[in-house]
Nanobody, 117 residues
Framework: QVQLVESGGGLVQAGGSLRLSCAASGSNLSMRRMGWYRQAPGQERELVASISSGGGTNYADSVKGRFTISRDNAKNTVYLQMNSLKPEDTAVYYC????WGYGGPNWGKGTLVTVSS
């Protein structure tokens, strides 16, 4: 059973930076495309960044140029560097495989990012 544990969230002022980490255990996810998702209050979960096993990346338009996803396959860990944060980035951030579907890894608890204006 895969366990995903996200960390690194917090309260930051607009324009600030945070680095999120996602540690996976129970299974080697190094060959899977991994992604960071976020869910703001009252909204559906959305994919904001993903990275292939080989390091190819994709970003949602809303975060392109501000967020950088990376991974350390030896540590089974995925990161999200978030710069120039905006209040609209406020959400709970989760990591998981991409695409996620029925039978995929359970969602972790996520890590809350709050950006104040």
């Amino acid at each position: 059973q895969v366990q995903l544990v996200e960390s690194g969230g917090g309260l930051v002022q607009a324009g600030g930076s945070l680095r999120l980490s996602c540690a996976a255990s129970g299974s080697n996810l190094s060959m899977r495309r991994m992604g960071w998702y976020r869910q703001a209050p009252g909204q559906e979960r959305e994919l904001v960044a993903s990275i292939s096993s080989g390091g190819g990346t994709n970003y949602a338009d809303s975060v392109k140029g501000r967020f950088t996803i990376s991974r350390d396959n030896a540590k089974n860990t995925v990161y999200l560097q978030m710069n120039s944060l905006k209040p609209e980035d406020t959400a709970v951030y989760y990591c998981n495989v991409v695409p996620w579907g029925y039978g995929g890894p359970n969602w972790g608890k996520g890590t809350l990012v709050t950006v104040s204006s």
